[in-house]
């Protein structure tokens, strides 16, 4: 960036600036100011202001300080001074002069320079919050393992299904067995039925007939003599 050359231009000059320099709001920043040594005793300042004749003297070597936030220093020699300007602002922008201050009867010899403050640009202030993270674990089943797991189950269960079964039916034979036995007695081994004849032999000898009970006993000893198969089915009884 270039700016107009104020008054100075075009006049014999023992001292030269930068002609530019930048610094950052907040910061500080140092202007080497070069000139000739046979000016080395002389008074050496900073001055604000586009025009030499009427730029207003802000800090000198001999101590003359009109802003306690500018320095002066001169390195005789070298042949340099530095300014430097501490703190800088917005407002510190804009034309300065390198100076040397001569004798009464002859104008001071100027440099322009330009200062160029930048401001700071600072990121917006971002919050975060801190969440601690719940994690919970979620056990999910395969549709294959849970449709083995219910065949399984109905195959469990249709087997206790016909145990229980066979089971009731096993019961049920064992109560009629034990009712039947109970309401007529043990029953035969061997259930073979009488033959008539051995039954018409009974019936002869029956008590109602007028026969006494002895000779009905006799005759049905006589009934089991006459048929010995018969008398193995009562032996076996």
Not at 99 to 120: G, M, N, P, Q
């Amino acid at each position: 960036m270039s700016y107009p050359c104020p008054s100075s231009v075009g006049l014999s000059q023992v001292v030269r600036g930068p002609g530019e320099v930048s610094g950052w709001a907040g910061h500080a920043v140092t202007v080497p100011c070069r000139y000739d040594r046979s000016y080395r005793d002389y008074v050496k300042y900073w001055c604000r202001g586009g025009v030499r004749q009427t730029c207003r003297p802000v800090a000198a070597t001999d101590g003359a300080v009109t802003d306690r936030r500018v320095s002066v220093w001169d390195d005789r020699s070298e042949g340099m001074f530095y300014v430097t300007m501490i703190a800088l602002a917005a407002e510190d922008e804009g034309w300065y002069h390198c100076a040397i201050s001569r004798s009464v009867f002859r104008a001071d010899d100027t440099d322009s320079v330009y200062l160029k403050v930048r401001e700071v640009v600072t990121p917006p202030r971002v919050e975060t919050t801190n969440t601690a993270a719940v994690t919970t674990e979620v056990t999910q089943t395969s549709p294959l393992s849970r449709h083995s797991t219910e065949e399984s189950s109905m195959c469990v269960w249709s087997a206790l299904r016909w145990l229980l079964l066979a089971a009731l039916v096993a019961s049920a034979g064992t109560v009629t067995w034990w009712t039947r036995g109970s309401r007529h007695g043990t029953p035969l081994r061997n259930s073979h039925p009488l033959t008539p004849e051995f039954q018409s032999c009974l019936h002869k000898g029956s008590p109602s007939s007028s026969s006494s009970s002895s000779s009905s006993s006799s005759s049905t000893t006589s009934c089991v003599s006459s048929h010995p198969q018969t008398s193995k089915q009562l032996a076996a009884v």
